[in-house]
């Protein structure tokens, strides 16, 4: 079975520096403690209005971090530009709106079909691996297919927030959702990846799925850092993975 790489997404670190205005807490610090603790990879999202991730951010992660970028970002003129700048070795586009709290749905690549290809033609070419962030429906992992992006990384939001609430049901129909999403999105030859909304439970459930080859996790392991530091949250989420990872897809 392939190996299930771990990205730490360590915006919030940003977020916290933020509220203060100085120099702390350094993200750059949280991704070198992330590798050393396990994780595979380190990712941070360039939002349009900056509200965590800097530009000199990004540019001090790629410079320092001895494992892979992934620069999570829009698909805008001003993004491209920044991210062939950096040239990190990965891009994740996103969907972005400045009015909300958090990347909320996954990327209209149906509609978009036609505007997402030249960036991801683009950075292709510059030799940055393309993913694009989208819903689990087949709509969307055949548009993916066609916009000639390599990876696509599956949204587990809409199925963590129904865990997260206990609704059931839902929870249910999401994660059977995300089930068939996997299985097609590897048939049709894309890599897959999966984040959003992940903690410990259900990025073990996930691990389960042999196609799912990355998760990117940012939100819980930075609030579990409160209590139980970052290496230790990285620790029990490389755990909970590597048990998922040795279970039967389906099965909690
Ligand atoms: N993957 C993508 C594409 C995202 O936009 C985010 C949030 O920035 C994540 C993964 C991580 O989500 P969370 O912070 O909820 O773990």
New binding site residues.
């Given amino acids: 079975m392939a190996p299930l790489r771990l990205g730490v997404?360590i915006?919030?670190v940003a977020t916290l520096r933020n509220a203060r205005g100085g120099p702390r807490p350094d993200p750059l610090r949280a991704a070198l403690l992330a590798i050393e603790a396990g994780a595979d990879g380190i990712?941070a999202?360039l939002r349009e209005d900056r509200r965590h991730i800097q530009d000199a951010d990004m540019a001090r992660l790629k410079e320092s971090i001895s494992k892979p970028l992934n620069f999570?970002m829009a698909a805008t003129e001003q993004m491209l530009d920044v991210a062939l700048k950096i040239k990190p070795r990965a891009v994740?586009l996103?969907p972005e709106k400045r009015t909300e709290r958090?990347?909320e749905g996954g990327l209209d690549v149906v509609g978009g079909h036609d505007y997402l290809a030249p960036f991801v033609a683009e950075l292709s070419r510059a030799g940055v691996r393309v993913s694009l962030?989208i819903e689990p429906s087949a709509e969307a992992i055949s548009a993916s297919a066609s916009i000639k992006a390599p990876v696509v990384?599956l949204?587990t939001?809409a199925w963590c927030h129904a865990v997260e609430v206990g609704e059931s049901g839902l929870a249910e129909r999401e994660f059977a959702r995300l089930e068939k999403a996997v299985a097609n999105a590897a048939g049709q030859g894309l890599e897959v990846h999966a984040?959003?909304?992940?903690d410990y439970d259900t990025a073990r459930r996930i691990a389960a799925f042999p196609q799912v080859v990355e998760l990117?996790?940012?939100?819980?392991?930075i609030g579990e850092a409160v209590f139980v530091g970052l290496a230790e949250a990285i620790r029990r989420m490389r755990a909970a993975m590597n048990e998922g990872r040795a279970s039967k897809a389906g099965t909690s």
């Fill in positions: 997404n915006d919030h990712t999202h999570e994740c996103v958090t990347t962030f990384e949204h939001g984040g959003h909304g992940l990117n996790i940012g939100h819980f392991l």
